[in-house]
DNA sequence: GTGAAAGCGCTAACAC
DNA sequence: GTGTTAGCGCTTTCAC
């Protein structure tokens, strides 16, 4: 059978309450008899219950990890982050169960009830979700510990982590400007999240900066999937035969694209050059290299992790930014 | 303050077994009088205490998912299998958590105690490990339902699923002798995993088969990165510069190898063909679009589930082998 | 510094 | 078919 406080006690010849106070490290008892506790614990084998705590205790040492249940394409960063969220969480004992759920069929309250179904800390949600979705309205009514990712949902119990995206995109636009591209456009994803705007008002804000005129930076609307980078680039070929460089707002578009480029006879960078964005590690494999706009996913994890036990512990909720990085690859010529 | 049976029993006029009854589908209820409590739960909101629940029947609908805590690279096939886990997992209510641990650091007992320490119902282990990793033999000597995937562990309480490596291995070997090459090399990954070692025996079946001799057919150990490719193409050059075909371990090893050839002015597929494995999406967008075989990640996330839950149930363990698919990919020349 | 006792929310005998 | 009651393993007053 299995060993609780109470074998524990029997075995010391204490009571229970002194044993759980050992235990626990709380003030209260005497070193020599925690001593002989955890000596105890560790002889019969201890191992906590942790449902008869979380019963009493009325919370657990459990948070929500929540993705959105679409094609896996839609959500790389996660599992660049999710060991670096369990390891921040493991520091304090925290386990993350992972919630997969359905983006188009959510149904008011539901984030509630996880919640409460299983007293769970709080939660991390980390895919991005258009900006309107009613999870983000659930949130800001909530007042359970949540860190939100990519999107601004800012409350008394709700933290905020993204990437500087207006940074980012800045940093890939200028890359292509201080090449000498002056013909240059960009592939956005959804419109609806908050990240594809701000990509979108980095970008701006570069060609902006330059002196290019909109006509020589035209802005073409995609997915973020590599078939639909693919069509983006056709339909650009198409309607703006004079451009030099492409930017993707990520990665599999603009792989999408370098693949369909290649069968179509086009080379990169030799006669349009590529930069992608997110920074994802099969870029740097990819042929040729793909320049791209690194985002920091430990950190943006670890962080996430973090802000979220700041939360559980009674903080309030804050926003943080994380600095994205250029990696140059050679995916992208100079004129 | 939270709403529990007690309150439910109280609003309804009856005792607090008669709920809990009514509320879990037992027999032994009238229609009527579990459908007045169905109806008083929903009017009060009423969400199940998990935590309690699992206190009194010493058991959680949760279970235990085990990543080996290594580079991202060393394990793209779980974040595939991740959606399909959760939703066959979800349709019986049982949730996951996730479990990031050392490998190279594990200390035997560990596992049980991760199990015990929640009451988890069961686990999966999900990465590949080397195959006389302390951890397979502790599942070997525990009565916990375990799932592991990439490798043989045949318990009363342990099924194993595996893509059929062998023959995902020979299906790749043979398309580039179907292509005419008689020149194939194989550079494989580590070979202390199991799925390394069926995947040579497949190569060698393939090549055996076609009467190529060893020294067509050179064998070069790597790690299953990019960065390993990329060496081990660069010495099987040196070494056997007569080879046509190459046939990666895995679809990471093949980009690099493609990226470093490229650089070096050598074109694949029209100098050297190269093939990959385990249908790395990226690998559709890769640039020529690399021939692989495809490893059937939703089936095999979806029945490793299933294969827990039915151990759970009180089945017994079991193997399930699943078949792998070839795809041909721009990246294999005809001779 | 330690013990006795109540109770967290629920299930499962056992009675009726 | 329904109610009563005794715990599940633990924390936490409140005494002493």
């Not at 480029?261 to 990819?286: C, M």
């Not at 939360?311 to 690859?329: A, D, E, H, M, Y």
Request: glycine share 8%.
């Amino acid at each position: 059978m299995r060993v609780s406080i109470r074998d524990i006690a029997k075995h010391c010849n204490m009571s229970v309450s002194t044993v759980s106070r050992a235990l626990n490290g709380d003030y209260g008892v005497k070193d020599k008899t925690r001593k002989a506790v955890l000596e105890a614990a560790k002889e019969l084998g201890y191992v906590p219950n942790l449902s008869a705590k979380e019963l009493v205790s009325r919370k657990s040492k459990l948070v929500g990890l929540l993705i959105d249940d679409s094609d896996y394409e839609a959500r790389p960063a996660f599992f660049e982050q999710l060991p670096y969220i369990n390891k921040a969480l493991a520091l304090h004992q925290y386990r993350a169960i992972i919630y997969t759920l359905n983006g188009m069929g959510y149904v008011d309250g539901e984030l509630s009830d996880i919640l409460s179904l299983r007293n769970l800390s709080g939660c991390i949600v980390l895919s991005p979700l258009p900006s309107d979705h009613p999870l983000y309205d659930e949130i800001r009514r909530m007042s359970y510990p949540t860190v939100v990712l990519e999107n601004t949902v800012l409350t008394r119990y709700c933290s905020n982590i993204n990437t500087d995206e207006v940074l980012g995109a800045y940093m890939a636009t200028r890359y292509l400007i201080d090449c000498g591209h002056r013909r240059i456009a960009f592939v956005n994803g959804f419109e609806a999240f908050e990240m594809s705007r701000e990509r979108l008002e980095g970008f701006l804000k570069a060609t902006e900066e330059a002196g290019l005129s909109k006509d020589e930076t035209p802005i073409l609307w995609s997915d973020y999937t590599g078939n639909g980078g693919k069509k983006s680039v056709q339909e650009l070929l198409r309607l703006h035969p004079e451009t030099t460089a492409v930017f993707f707002a990520n990665d599999f578009m603009a792989m999408g694209a370098i693949s369909y480029l290649a069968e179509a006879g086009i080379r990169v960078p030799d006669q349009l050059s590529v930069i992608g964005y997110d920074g994802h590690f099969t870029g740097k494999y990819y042929n040729p290299p793909l320049a791209t706009v690194i985002i920091d996913n430990p950190a943006i994890g670890t962080r996430a992790a973090e802000l979220l036990l700041e939360l559980i512990n009674g903080g309030s909720g804050k926003t943080v930014r994380i600095k994205p990085q250029l990696f140059k690859g050679k995916s992208v010529s100079t004129l």
